[in-house]
């Protein structure tokens, strides 16, 4: 029954977002060198580390060729313990990723210079806008030709509805990248490609008009750098921590992240001001992080890390109190006590296993089958934390059992892998069969290879063409009776037995909402 003040404010968490190629896990492991290289200082250790940063999560995205986890690696940095929520960037996967943003206190976005605000930004920043969530932005990749700058800066704006504040400018780029302009801290910053930045690369120019600016880049390069910062300051609002914390303004910087290039910027900004641990909405009542009864939820269940066994890795966020290894913790939705032996953390390259964590921090807990995502740990509080809804699946297939013998396996490993996120299951109203609900095509090749390769059961689908899925409710107990009769061939279950209404085309959905006006019809489950 106790918080450590002194932890719980060192601790920043945060998450990496972007449409896939952007640049995010270049990105990640600059971040986890530079968080090695303080410590260690050498280009030898730096080298060591860029090479263990590929940790075992990462191996298993290089097998699949797709991030198929969401891992999590923690580094030091002045003195700031910071937690880094890598999230899938393959975009079916991207309820992972939503359900990751619900465990961070802040983002990161990554967009590339040429192809600026992207599909999958798009969408990833919505969810974040939803929650307030505070955003920083990296332009990556200027040592390529891309898009202008004050043209990106109005694409953030308009696709992404966020206000921005440029904290640094580039001089140039692609062949004549000369560097950045850190506006935060009136530095120039000379790019040499594939060097390391050291501090000869860095000149203090506090006042633009400087003739040593002239020297370092150039007349021309120079002249338009102070015409362009004339703009930004004079278009652009001051950069104001309050405005940011409240996810009403974002700063901006660019750089290159593959030649370590403006990443120092970025993260020396982030530490500044970036949000320590946050208190998290439950549906009883909001929890402080600086309360001192431990309480944490589950967000990602991994699955098979190693393949000689068969358990599970629940992702648990600290929401507050210190998590203490061996001490029986309220498993609220079981409503009995747990405790656990070797509760893991996750710095950067290795694993091991921890006696406290605290708010902010994210460990691993060795799962039998016991949690799903969105599952709660408190000591003893009834709390159910908020924030991980459903959204309706995309795709739809029948699932059929294709051995007769293993109908208990499959059975089974339907319901652990549903535990784990990765899809979702309907249970039709009429005939009781089974549906299968994703994101996307790819979740259904994975879950026929883990169904076979883990327990040992198979299936074959049928394809079904549905519009969505929504959930229904109504007031009237009368009314919902009445129509799960009338329409019993279009409703299904979900796994907390939830009453859904499986659409086949949006017209067919218009029908029904104007057919049955006392029902109700939610697009998250979350209602
Ligand atoms: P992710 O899919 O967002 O994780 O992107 P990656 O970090 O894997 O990067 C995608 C590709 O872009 C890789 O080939 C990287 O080497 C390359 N890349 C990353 N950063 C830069 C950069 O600053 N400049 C250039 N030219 N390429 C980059």
Redesign the pocket.
Known sequence: MSVNLKELKRRRTFGII????????????KLLLFGGAIQVAGAVKSNKIKRSATSDFMEIERQRGI?VATSVMAFDYRNLKINILDTP?HQDFQEDTYRTLTAVDSVIV?IDVAKGVEAQTEKLVNVCRMRNTPIMVFI?????EGLDGFDLLDELEQKLGLTVRPLSWPIGMGQRFKGVYNLYEQKIILFRPHGKQDEEDVVEITDLSDGRLDELVGTAAADELREEVHMVESVYPKFDREAYLRGELSPVFF?????N?GVRELLDCFVEVAPPPLSRPAEEREVKPEEGSFSGFVFKIHANMDPKHRDRIAFMRICSGTFERNTNYLHVRQNRKMKFPNPTSFMAEKKMVVDEAFPGDVIGLYDSGNFKIGDTLTEGEELHFKGIPSFSPEQFRYVNNADPMKYKQLDKGLEQLMDEGVAQLFVKEDNGRKIIGTVGALQFDVIQYRLEHEYGARCTYEGLNLHKACWVTAKDEKALKEFIQRRKRDLARDKHGQLVYLAESAWSLKMAQENHPEIEFHFKSDF
């Open positions: 972007s449409h896939p190629d952007a640049g995010k896990t270049t990105l990640t492991e991030s960037g990554v990556n990749k200027l040592d390529r750089g290159s992240a593959i030649n290039f």
